[in-house]
């Protein structure tokens, strides 16, 4: 079976600080990775992915995902947080197999200030 | 395109009631599955729907069915509700093209039990 370990439940960062939210998953078979974010009352956003090639991914807007198979990680990161940032934010894999069942953590509230 | 939709937004119930959850897909996808958040968790997968039959399910009781309609829309029904059943659910959908199907979810019914 697979799991997703998202240890921060709340990140307060002010603006313009950089930021670090942490993933970790737990896995015997190989699985894509992605990040979701969900503003206030509405559904998920497929924020960035990993599905194969370059461990580094980016997102248009100045987030960015580094895949570490060794330590089965895959922290987002951004160098200068907004507030229009502020969300939670919900790592998650799925298994390289027929259905595309998303397993997810249970999210980071990334929480900007002024 | 209008991307996933489902209806209603808000729905308030109470226990032992049967409550019935609509979701369209987006436009060339034919794959939806259901998922439940409940309130500071991450989505839960409940089941996946692929030429109108149950492809794969997640650790849910009976008491949660599915149906998925030739226009590849689909039904959540949930039977003798509970308190615990409160939650958002959320509905993604996705296609074949590409060596990934990644999911588009909608905005989510929030399923109120009282």
């Known amino acids: 079976a697979q799991s997703v370990t998202q240890l921060d439940s709340q990140v307060p960062v002010f603006e313009e600080a950089p930021v670090e939210l942490r993933c970790n998953y737990s896995?015997?078979?190989?699985?894509?990775l992605f990040w979701y974010v969900q503003y206030p009352n509405q559904g998920l956003q497929l924020l960035l992915k990993?599905?194969?090639?370059?461990?580094l991914v980016k997102s248009i807007n100045g987030f960015e995902a580094e895949f570490n198979k060794s330590q089965t990680s895959f922290h987002l990161r951004k160098p200068s947080v907004h507030i229009s940032d502020t969300a939670e934010y919900f790592c998650a894999v799925s298994v390289r197999s027929a259905t595309n069942k998303l397993i997810f953590g249970t999210g980071t509230l990334l929480a900007v200030q002024p | 395109d209008a991307g996933v939709t489902q209806s209603p937004t808000h729905l308030i119930k109470t226990r032992g009631q049967q409550v019935t959850l609509r979701c369209s897909p987006k436009?060339?996808?034919?794959?939806v599955s259901w998922y439940q958040q409940a309130l500071g968790q991450g989505p839960q997968f409940i089941f996946q729907?692929?030429?109108?039959?149950?492809?794969q399910r997640g650790n849910f009781p009976d008491r949660f069915s599915g149906h998925q309609f030739p226009n590849y829309s689909s039904e959540l029904n949930v039977n003798a509700l509970l308190l615990g059943d409160s939650a958002l659910y959320l509905c993604?959908?996705?296609?074949?093209?590409?060596?990934?199907?990644?999911?588009?979810f909608g905005p989510g019914t929030r399923l109120t039990v009282l």
């Open positions: 990993y599905l194969s090639g370059s461990t």
């Open positions: 896995s015997s078979v190989s699985v894509y």
């Open positions: 993604a959908s996705s296609g074949l093209a590409g060596t990934y199907n990644e999911q588009f």
């Open positions: 436009s060339g996808h034919d794959t």
């Open positions: 729907y692929y030429e109108e039959e149950e492809r």
